[in-house]
């Protein structure tokens, strides 16, 4: 059996993995520029890194954004229950 809960890219721990849900929109055109990547709902999503900057791998590209950026996409987190047992 599988869980899972919606957070911000940014607040999860490096080799976190789940799917974009909703890239928040904003007045810069962000959330157009990270579609034109593939950052889009549905997109499998990996988080790598969490510093210096945040880095990501989305359906297979890997990508570098900052800590802003990062918190305006938001995954929902895959968890297993043989990653929770390995977090005891």
């Known amino acids: 059996m599988t869980r899972s809960h919606l957070s911000p890219l940014s607040s999860l721990p ?7 849900v909703r890239v928040v ?6 959330a157009e520029r990270l579609a034109a990547l593939g ?3 549905g997109a499998p999503v990996r988080l790598l ?12 590209t890997e ?8 918190a305006a996409i938001l995954v929902e987190v895959e968890h297993s229950p043989a990653a929770a047992e390995a977090r005891r």
């Open 14 to 20: 490096p080799g976190a993995r789940g799917r974009v």
């Open 25 to 30: 929109r904003d007045l810069t055109g962000r």
């Open 39 to 41: 950052v889009t709902p």
């Open 49 to 60: 890194q969490t510093f210096p900057g945040i880095v990501f791998e989305c359906d297979q």
């Open 63 to 70: 990508m570098a954004v900052e800590r802003r950026v990062a």
